[in-house]
């Protein structure tokens, strides 16, 4: 598996809470779910609490949280 396929993206994210080792985010229908931080792409606009727009994580941690349909195509 290759790097463009190892991260996805799902826009609309708002980071509503943060720790040393994960963000909660809530996505555009509410729902919320708390990713590790190791599961971001440096490349992702939310990384930090209060941050707004487009979040990179990896494939795995978008399917372990049953995220797929959040996906950008």
Same mark, same amino acid.
């Given at each position: 598996?290759?790097?463009?396929?190892? %991260?996805? #993206?799902?826009?609309?994210?708002?980071?509503?809470?943060?720790?040393?080792?994960? *963000?909660?985010? @809530?996505? =555009?229908?509410? #729902? =919320?779910?708390?990713?590790?931080?190791?599961? *971001?792409?440096?490349?992702?606009?939310?990384?930090?609490?209060?941050?707004?727009?487009?979040? #990179? *994580? #990896? @494939?795995?941690?978008?399917?372990?949280?049953? *995220?797929?349909? %959040?996906?950008?195509?």
């Amino acid at each position: 598996m290759g790097k463009p396929d190892r %991260y996805v #993206t799902i826009s609309d994210v708002v980071c509503i809470k943060e720790t040393d080792a994960a *963000l909660l985010i @809530r996505l =555009e229908d509410g #729902t =919320e779910h708390w990713i590790p931080r190791s599961q *971001l792409s440096k490349d992702s606009d939310v990384s930090n609490e209060d941050d707004e727009g487009a979040i #990179t *994580l #990896t @494939r795995w941690i978008a399917e372990q949280k049953s *995220l797929e349909e %959040y996906v950008d195509e």
